[in-house]
């Protein structure tokens, strides 16, 4: 089983910036990475996506705002995070998706707040 281990995450200001990143244990499988969330009182929901192809997807919310890259080995992601508003704090949890399915990380907090 691949191990995800996720860093980056922390309190910010509002208009202020962080960079999560993502480190899986193997490489063997990925098909695509991505970033969801989890925020108080709601259900979780994707922030964004890369492919082997490095093909990318954003939420509507985070485009423009939000950088999704990953290395060229495929085993590790980033979320550059610009911008960043308090509706924007949540739980932020990696993913990968394997031809045997998907696998989670334990997820990162970022509080955005005064």
């Known amino acids: 089983q691949v191990q995800l281990v996720e860093s980056g995450g922390g309190l910010v200001q509002p208009g202020g910036s962080l960079r999560l990143s993502c480190a899986a244990s193997r490489i063997a499988g990925i098909r695509a990475m991505g970033w969801h969330r989890q925020g108080p009182g709601k259900e979780r929901e994707l922030v964004a996506s890369?492919?082997?192809?490095?093909?990318?997807n954003y939420a509507d919310s985070v485009k423009g705002r939000f950088t999704i890259s990953r290395n060229k080995a495929m085993n590790t992601v980033w979320l550059q995070m610009d911008s960043l508003q308090p509706e924007d704090t949540a739980i932020y949890y990696c993913?990968?998706?394997?031809?045997?399915?998907?696998?989670w990380g334990q997820g990162t907090q970022v509080t955005v707040s005064l």
């Open positions: 993913k990968i998706s394997t031809p045997w399915g998907d696998q």
């Open positions: 890369i492919t082997i192809r490095g093909d990318t």
